[in-house]
DNA sequence: CGCCCCACTGACCTCAAGGTAAGTACGCAC
DNA sequence: GTGCGTACTTACCTTGAGGTCAGTGGGGCG
């Protein structure tokens, strides 16, 4: 939503995970369907504002949706949608290549 | 590099990724090994500052190889490394998700 | 009565990423 | 000798993402 003209589509992928949160509230819902408060537990350090704001360009994006309760205690509950099973999925490549560097900085620290 | 205790590999690579031109360069590099100029032209907006400070930041991660040629006109050349490869690979599904998602808001911009 | 929890919203502030512009040292061309 | 191209570095400035904190309205609980 920043770049539009993008140059490949990596740069349109970028784009949509682009939020310091992202990717973690992503990962968070591909576990679970999730409400607000559950949500802000599972992605330690984000500020109420903040989960706020990226959720609803999440929304905007089409990758997740958000379900209103219309009860007394509100309840509002967050999934993923189709959309964003399939960046889930194309986020998997990734999630692996990351793991192996985690492995591979956490041996080194540990010869270090 | 910010975080460190990484909550999953999603966030360790993402850290790798992090910064405005990134994965343009690393898409680049993909291509073809290039010069410093090279790299300036194909990444259109870069500022020279910064593409010295990203690709230092690359080459720190072990994504990118540097090499220098000790010439009159300097020369220098960068190509990605085994570890920048397999991170292109990796990120391959995510520019495949990327691209579709480029086609389908292009044919709703056609229809709207 | 006061406080917490729910799911937010809005005003304000900070800080670091990135942009801008100038400087460096050398050679070639005009 | 003026200017361009090579590959940078440095100082300075702007911008906006994200952080902090306070407020909202109602219900349950002690």
């Known amino acids: 939503m920043g770049n539009q003209p993008y140059v490949c ?11 310091k949160w992202k990717v973690l509230i992503i990962w968070a819902l591909n576990h679970q369907r999730c409400r607000f408060g559950e949500l802000r537990r599972l992605v330690p350090g ?18 997740v949706h958000r379900e209103i309760y219309d009860v ?7 999934s993923l949608t189709g959309l964003g099973d399939e960046l889930n999925t194309a ?7 990351g793991k192996r560097r985690m492995a591979a900085l956490e041996e080194a620290a540990g010869q270090g």
Do not use: F, H, M, N
């Not at 984000?46 to 990758?63: F, N, P, W």
């Open 91 to 97: 986020l998997g490549p990734l999630g692996a290549w």
């Open 9 to 19: 589509g990596l740069d349109a992928a970028v784009d949509v995970i682009d939020g």
């Open 46 to 63: 984000v500020s109420e504002k903040v989960l706020t704001q990226q959720l609803r360009e999440l929304e905007a994006d089409g990758i």
């Open 72 to 78: 007394k205690p509100p309840k509002v509950e967050y």
